[in-house]
C-alpha cells in the first residue's frame, strides 16, 4: 500500500516531536488511522483528564480534513453525543497547510475555550449559557468519571 | 490501493447520510441508542415495493454491526411479521456474497428488492402491524 509522503512525514515527526499532552499512534494494520490521546488542558474543567479520540485520513487527505472524533465521553457544548466535534478548521476552514498537529492542538485549545455560542450539543450550550458553573461542575465530574487517566 | 474507512468512521457516515436525508426513500435506518459511542445497534425501515403483496406496508428491522463490520455484513432481524423465504422466522439468512463496499442501506434495499422478486411478491402475508 503506497501512503502518500505528506501522511509518511506527519506521523514521523507527531513521534519524533510529539506535542506535550497529545498522543497520536498509527495503526499497524491501517497507518491512515491513529489512536489518539489528549490531555485536559490545565485551568480547564477538562484538567487531569485524559481523553481519547480517533482520526482518520481520508483518500483525499490533504485536500480535505481529517476525520476525528471523542471516543472518551465528554461534557461540552461543541461535542455530541456521539463525540463529533463542531470546530471551525475541520470544516469550513480547513487548508492543506494544515496538519494533524494543528488540528489537534486545536482540539486540545477548543477544551479550554468551549464556545457555547456555536453548539454541537445543543442542550450542553443551553446550560453553558443559563448556568455556567454548574455546566462546568459537570463537565468535571464527567471527566472524573469517564477520562480518568 | 484506496484508504480504507476504519469501521467508525463509516458507521458515521452512514449515520450522516440518514440525517442529512440524503438516503433512499424507500428505506429507513437511525442509532438504537442516541449515547452509544459504538454505534453498534440500528433501527431500520423498508417500504414495501409497489406491484407487491407488500405494497404501502413499513416493515421494521434490526441491524447489529459488531467490531468487524463492514469486513462482515450486520446481522438483520425482522420486528415486523413477514412471510419471506429468508426469514426463520426471525433471523436472516438470505445475505450472501457481502462486500465491504455496502452499507446497511445496500441490505435494506436488497431485502425490498429480494420482496418484490419472482413468487415473494404473491405470497400471503400477515396481518398489517403484526410483530414477531
Redesign the interface.
Known sequence: ??LPKRIIKETERLVAEPVPGIQAIP?DD?L??FDVSIHGPAQSPYEGGVFKL?L????DYPMTPP?I?F?T?IYHPNID????ICLDVLKANWSPALQIRTILLSIQALLGAPNPDDPLANDVAQRWKEDEPGAIATAREWTQTHAAP | MSAKVPRNFRLLEELEKGEKGQGSDACSLGLDDGNDIMMTNWNGTILGPPHSVHENRIYSVKLHCDEQYPDVPPTVQFLSRINLPCVDPTKLQCLGNWKREYTMETVLLELRRFMASGNNKKLPQPPEGSTF
Open positions: 500500500m503506497a495503526h491501517n491512515r488511522y480517533e482518520f485520513l481520508p483518500e476525520k472524533r471516543l465521553k453525543r456521539l463525540g463529533r
